[in-house]
């Protein structure tokens, strides 16, 4: 293709006088929507930039200094409002600092800078009253689904619990959705759904909800209520996802060996797993609902130790309203022959996470009372009463954890007075004594009558006829040091324990990491007397795989095997587990398993996660050639994420409900307004942008006798620019025929037009550095 000299002359000679002849006249500016002139000779593309995201723009050098947008926002409309009360010139500049204008108002800051020479167009933004954009969305379904049982079996005793459950929340429009629970009692092969609830958001931070639920909070649990129908208003600062909590792991000094059961403080079962005797760090789900939990010893079949522990919390709780009124179905137990249906009120209240609480039966004079506070300097607590005919109950939980001169020191107390007196202590201290050494004392004390009875533990049928009796105390001392070798570290640990008696128990134990750091081999060997007797255990930390965690053991009494078996941990994309089988010599036997998983169902399809996705984004690439599979790079709130067209990308939702997208590919064109997004839960948001990936963008400079040679054409089958004063040019060719020319006064250089084909073009631009145009 040539070009002739006048042609090319002309378009320079335009370019020119455009900018000359509007000197005495203001900038001019028109929208133009879906339109491309990047093929137009008439257009020169400007690289428009918004807070950091590419957009598009053009300058129509036909006309006297008019910029041409292809879109049109808030946003652009405020730019060009400033735009308009320039005088044109080669370079223009802008701030609401030096010339305010009504549009101001709106911004903290607001200032863009042009250069005519380069292209690049440069606004820098912030609102004043920063408003969210809400994106176009689909619905979703979002699900956790979780497993925990737990089996224990002796000569004489089986102790079976456990269940699978499904927590689903649905999107129905941008401002409702419905929950549902479903509950599978494995140990009574029972199905039952536990609560439905639909929920409508007045506003961002209002919501209305109507519910149906066979499992009531545990203020209303106290009152004897088995379910509830009603209605709620609840105010929130901020948007919480029901999977949002964190509690700190709890220290037991296990009396014996055997599973652990952990239940929340409406009886729910959170979590099994074995311990060994002695002390045991126990972590808690974030599932647990309340300030305390109940700790169930379990051996050969049996329940042989029942006894509650304050739970501390981290994070901060937002500020939230809430009242409920509706009926309540009263159940059936010793304390009261009374049943039926009775209408109900309830009452919650978070600040600076201080919660208040209140709820009540009015027609039968029976209300609760409850004060929860957060962490405040290491102290938490929580103060409960129950008043229900003449009977009064409360109930008192406190933990505490500091340091102090280099000593760490906690303490958790749970404490029940009226017609259930029960006591539970744990204390503790721990001291370094050097870098490789340190010391800890421990003291436990448990004193309570548990009745399952009393309880009506709703989830399950009574697996007791008979209270649990717990009466324990017990103090502990234990040394840590660490030896590091040649040939690996050993890591030492001596205790003594006592209940306060004639008892003693002493026992020392051995782990050896190897210097080569094996994943396969770091066994630990331990043995302790008691009362006359030896018990000795070997166990070896095995990482399989960076998923797959195994860790055998065997124990040893008296010098004969006793049990053996293995704890393991699985994880993937899709789930977390953790379980573990041990089997003693004679019938013995426990097994234990804690799995969930994440689901995100849509018309996209069905995807399971390791974590919550409360929502997602499907990124949707306009450009008529958006299947190259060329990378396409977006930062999500701060996270680099590699973008597929018409794929989704899931989120942890954030807990204000907004989310900030620009893109980290050049040449992607997306709208501005996306710098600040609101998002819902349970919804698929769309997000388009424009990336044509069919595109390569060619960058170089042009020398003539090693001269830069400014007025050179550099032409494409598809576009066309001509070299600046400096030789440079950048030009934007295809992917399919990566092919250019160089035209100097209507003569073709040679030896240029195949300078494409044996690049990488994988890439979105490639620079071709100095090219010498021989005629």
């Known amino acids: 293709m040539k070009i002739a000299k006048s042609t090319l002359a002309f378009a320079l000679f335009v370019c020119a006088e455009a900018v000359r002849s509007a000197n005495h006249e203001h900038v001019q500016v028109a929208f133009k929507k879906n339109s491309n002139f990047d093929t137009d000779p008439r257009y020169l593309p400007i690289a428009l930039s918004i807070n950091e995201a590419p957009s598009e723009a053009w300058l129509d050098i036909t006309k006297n200094y008019r910029i041409i947008f292809n879109t049109e926002t808030r946003t652009i409309n405020d730019l060009s409002t400033a735009l308009k009360s320039l005088r044109p010139a080669r370079n223009l500049r802008y701030s609401c600092d030096t010339s305010p204008l009504p549009m101001c108002e709106r911004y903290k800051f607001f200032n863009f800078s042009y250069d005519y020479d380069s292209g690049r167009f440069k606004v820098l933004y912030e609102l004043a009253n920063k408003s969210f954009a809400a994106l176009e969305s689909e619905p979703a379904l979002v699900a956790r689904q979780s497993v925990v049982y737990s089996e224990s079996q002796g000569d004489n005793y089986t102790y079976r619990h456990g269940y699978w459950t499904a927590d689903a929340n649905a999107g129905v429009t941008e401002n409702s959705s419905v929950y549902t629970n479903i509950y599978y009692d494995m140990a009574v092969g029972k199905l039952s759904a536990q609560s439905f609830s639909y929920n409508y958001d007045v506003s961002p931070l209002l919501q209305l909800s109507g519910y149906v639920q066979k499992g009531p909070t545990s203020d209303l649990v106290n009152l004897g209520v088995g379910s509830t129908k009603g209605i709620s208003l609840q105010h929130s600062n901020e948007h919480k996802s029901e999977f949002d909590s964190q509690a700190e792991p709890i220290i037991i000094d296990a009396k014996y060996d055997g599973l652990v059961n952990i239940y929340d403080d409406v009886g729910k079962l959170i979590r099994s797993t074995q311990v060994m005797q002695g002390i045991n ?342 450009a008529e050639n958006n299947a190259s599979g060329q990378p396409t790079n977006f930062n999500i709130n701060n996270q680099s994420e590699s973008i597929t067209h018409n794929k989704l990308h899931h989120l942890d939702l954030p807990s204000d409900g907004t989310l900030i997208i620009y893109p980290e590919t050049d040449n992607i064109a997306l709208d501005p307004n996306y710098a600040s997004l609101a998002v819902k839960p349970y919804r698929v948001h769309k997000v388009d942008y424009k990336h044509e990936t069919d595109k390569i963008h060619v960058f170089g400079r042009v020398m003539l006798k090693g001269q830069p040679e400014a007025g050179v054409a550099v032409v494409n089958h598809a576009s066309k620019t001509v070299t600046d004063k400096n030789g440079y040019f950048s030009l934007t060719v295809s992917r399919s025929e990566p092919s250019i020319a160089l035209y100097r006064r209507g003569q073709e250089c040679a030896g240029i037009n195949n300078l494409l084909v044996d690049r990488d073009k994988n890439s979105n631009e490639i620079y071709l550095g100095r090219l010498q145009c021989d005629i």
């Open 281 to 622: 760090r126990l972590d808690i789900p974030s599932s647990a609902s309340g300030n305390t939990v109940r700790i169930e010893e379990v051996v050969d079949g049996r329940v042989v130790e029942s006894y509650d522990r304050a739970i501390s919390r981290t994070g901060n709780s937002p500020g939230m309203l809430r009242v409920d009124v509706g009926m309540a179905s009263l159940r059936k137990d010793t304390t009261s022959q009374r049943s039926g249906d009775e209408p109900y009120i309830r009452y919650l209240q978070t600040l600076h996470g201080v919660s208040l609480g209140a709820s009540a039966l009015p027609t039968m004079g029976w209300y609760t009372t409850s004060l929860r506070f957060p962490s405040f300097k290491g102290l938490t607590g929580s103060i409960e009463s129950t008043f229900k005919d003449k009977q009064t109950d409360h109930s008192v939980t406190a933990g505490y954890q500091t340091s102090i001169k280099g000593n760490d020191l906690y303490t958790s107390m749970s404490k029940q007075f009226g017609s259930r007196d029960s006591t539970s202590y744990s204390v503790g201290a721990s001291r370094r004594i050097s870098n490789d050494t340190r010391i800890d004392l421990f003291y436990n004390q448990s004193q309570s009558v548990y009745d399952p009875r009393r309880r009506n533990d709703y989830y399950t049928e009574s697996r007791y006829s008979k209270p649990i009796v717990t009466a324990y105390k017990r103090v502990t001392s234990r040394l840590r040091t660490r030896h590091t070798t040649a040939v690996g570290i050993f890591d030492y640990s001596f205790y003594v324990s006592s209940e306060l008696g004639d008892d003693k128990r002493i026992g020392a134990s051995v782990t050896y990491t190897p210097a080569a750091h094996s994943n396969w081999f770091r066994p630990t060997v331990g043995v302790q007397s008691e009362s006359g007797s030896t018990n000795s255990h070997v166990v070896n930390d095995m990482q399989i795989t960076d998923r797959f965690q195994l860790r055998p053991e065997v124990r040893f009494a008296d010098g004969k095997l006793n049990q053996y078996g293995s704890g393991a941990r699985y994880t993937n994309e899709q789930f977390n587990s953790d379980f573990g089988y041990f089997k003693g010599t004679s019938s013995d036997r426990s097994f234990y398993v804690n799995a969930d998983s994440y689901t995100f169902l849509s018309r996209h399809g069905m995807q399971a996660h390791s974590s919550p996705k409360t929502s997602a984004l499907v990124f949707n690439n306009t």
